[in-house]
């Protein structure tokens, strides 16, 4: 069973910076993509960006050129650095995965709340 943890949410101001991490664990196959989803609430649930492993990124159009998606292979692990952070950047960020069979997995959710 893989097991998906979060870390580096917080409170900042607008204009501010975060760095989330997500690292996986306990798989026997590969992790193939992997991606940062967010949630507001009242909101459903977003993609925010996804990594293959050979590096190519896709980015929903409100975070492209304030966020950037990057992985490590070894570690299993994907990172989101989120720059020129908005309030309405303020969700709770789920990491995902996707393993060589094709099973999804997602991480508990890291709360980022971004103030005016």
């Known amino acids: 069973q893989v097991q998906l943890v979060e870390s580096g949410g917080g409170l900042v101001q607008a204009g501010g910076s975060l760095r989330l991490s997500c690292a996986a664990s306990?798989?026997?196959?590969?992790?193939?993509?992997m991606a940062w989803y967010r949630q507001a609430p009242g909101k459903q649930r977003e993609l925010v960006a996804t990594?293959?492993?050979?590096?190519?990124?896709v980015y929903a159009d409100s975070v492209k050129g304030r966020f950037t998606i990057s992985r490590d292979n070894v570690k299993n692990t994907v990172y989101m650095r989120m720059n020129e952070l908005k309030p309405e950047d303020t969700a709770v960020y789920y990491c995902?995965?996707?393993?060589?069979?094709?099973?999804?997995?997602w991480g508990q959710g890291t709360q980022v709340t971004v103030s005016s």
């Open positions: 306990g798989s026997r196959f590969s992790i193939n993509a």
């Open positions: 995902w995965a996707q393993d060589g069979r094709v099973y999804t997995y």
């Open positions: 990594i293959t492993t050979d590096g190519t990124t």
